[in-house]
Structures are given as structure tokens and as C-alpha cells.
Nanobody, 115 residues
Framework: QVQHVESGGGLVQPGGSLRLSCAAS????????MGWYRQAPGKQRELVAF???????NYVDSVKGRFTISRDDAKKTVYLQMNSLKPEDTAVYYC?????????WGQGTQVIVSS
């Protein structure tokens, strides 16, 4: 069974930065594409960024130039560096494989961007 444990969220002012981490369990990590997703209050969960097993990164338009996804296969961890945060980035952030597996969602980490 694969589990994902997200951390690093918190309260930050607009324009600030946070770095999220997601530690994965399971024997194999490096062969999978990994994604960061978010769910804002009253909205559906959406993809934010994903990184392929080969290290190629992709972003939705709303975070391009502000967020950076990376991975450390030795640590079975995927990261999301978030800069120039905006109030509309407020959400619970999750990681999962990409495409996502319903049974592999973790608890997420809350990000609140507010002054």
C-alpha cells in the first residue's frame, strides 16, 4: 500500500513563499510521475504541477513562473516550492502519482495566503 504524507503548509502573507514536501511509502517511487494537487474551499481538487520520472516538470498556467516542482528519488520525496503566493493559492495541497490513484490520497497540507 502506498501512502503520501504532505507537510510544509501554513499561513503566509501575499508575496511570501512556502516549500511543501511529500514523502511517499512503498518500494518503488522513481518510475512514477508525481503530481501536486490542491483543493480550495468549495471547489474541486485540481492539478497544480507534475514531474515525470525523468524529471520533466509541467505546470498549470495559474502557477507558471511562481511554483517549482522537484523530486528526490533517493528520499522518495517530491517538493513544491511556492513563491509570490497569492490569496487565490489558498487551498489544501496534496501529492499523488500522476495521473492520480484514488486510494493514494493523503491528508494534505493546508496553505493559507492572507494578510
Amino acid at each position: 500500500q502506498v501512502q503520501h504524507v504532505e507537510s510544509g503548509g501554513g499561513l503566509v502573507q501575499p508575496g511570501g513563499s512556502l516549500r511543501l514536501s511529500c514523502a511517499a511509502s512503498g518500494r518503488i517511487f522513481s518510475i512514477y510521475n508525481m503530481g501536486w494537487y490542491r483543493q480550495a474551499p468549495g471547489k474541486q481538487r485540481e492539478l497544480v504541477a507534475f514531474i515525470t520520472s525523468g524529471g520533466n516538470d509541467n505546470y498549470v498556467d495559474s502557477v507558471k513562473g511562481r511554483f517549482t516542482i522537484s523530486r528526490d528519488d533517493a528520499k522518495k520525496t517530491v517538493y513544491l516550492q511556492m513563491n509570490s503566493l497569492k490569496p487565490e493559492d489558498t487551498a489544501v495541497y496534496y501529492c499523488n502519482r500522476y495521473p492520480s490513484f484514488p486510494e493514494f490520497w493523503g491528508q494534505g497540507t493546508q496553505v493559507i495566503v492572507s494578510s
